[in-house]
């Protein structure tokens, strides 16, 4: 029953495509839409055995293996194809495309986004946020995390208010730009969550930025 299961996860997967290009690295690899048939399909099947009656189980496995592929390669196949809009639209931005299963994120450095200690967003960076704000026009099925972080220089309770003060800010910019306020969330997180060493310049360079999370919503 595994070996057959398994062997129609991966044959299911076959409809989807098994491997993308980054034109980053110009390696191939497993696409996410991949990843998630097989994991879907292995789920479905599953919960197919455990809900059918022992005479027909290895149908009801079957059966789960199918739908559980086309969710999961469904998912994976859209934020693959979000994935690949955000990398050709920010290239040469300094905006980072990070894949994360099926969440995107988005790295903003603050050296680029907002002034120092200030949290309007910078001119220049203006037409960058504007494709951002396209493709997730265009790739609606996603909510939008929206996360700013400071280094450690000032008080803790400065850094938290300049924090939540950029994201807000990049959120205001999203939905004036026809992105519904029901798929953003703005947060600050100030300096708790450092990615680099507050000890050197380019260690608080780093940790000053704003990040977007895309995720898929459920349905």
């Not at 059918?52 to 739908?67: E, F, P």
């Not at 859209?78 to 300094?94: C, H, K, S």
């Not at 800010?169 to 306020?181: A, C, Q, T, Y």
């Not at 100030?190 to 680099?196: C, F, H, K, M």
Request: glycine share 12%.
């Amino acid at each position: 029953m595994k070996k057959t299961i398994l062997a129609f996860a991966i044959a299911t997967t076959g409809l989807t495509g098994c491997m993308t290009y980054d034109p980053y690295t110009g390696e191939e690899k497993v696409s996410s839409a991949t990843k998630g048939s097989v994991i879907g399909a292995i789920g479905g099947a599953a919960v197919g055995a455990a809900t059918s009656s022992s005479s027909d189980r290895g149908k009801g496995a079957l059966i789960g293996a199918a739908s559980g592929a086309a969710v999961g390669g469904g998912i994976g196949y859209y934020m693959d194809r979000q994935e690949a809009q955000l990398r050709r639209q920010l290239e040469g931005t300094g905006v980072r495309v990070v894949r994360n299963g099926d969440q995107i994120e988005l790295v903003m450095p603050g050296n680029i986004t907002f002034d120092t200690d200030q949290s309007s967003i910078r001119p220049g960076f203006v037409d960058t946020l504007e494709s951002v704000a396209l493709v997730l026009e265009e790739f609606d099925k996603t909510t939008i995390q929206i996360e700013g972080h400071t280094d450690s220089t000032g008080s803790d309770s400065y850094n938290q208010l300049l924090s939540e003060r950029r994201a807000s800010s990049v959120r205001d910019f999203l939905l004036n730009r026809g992105i519904e306020p029901r798929r953003t969330r703005a947060v600050g997180y100030g300096e708790r969550y450092p990615v680099a060493s507050n000890e050197t310049a380019s260690g608080r360079e780093q940790n000053r930025r704003v990040e977007l999370t895309l995720v898929p919503m459920q349905r």
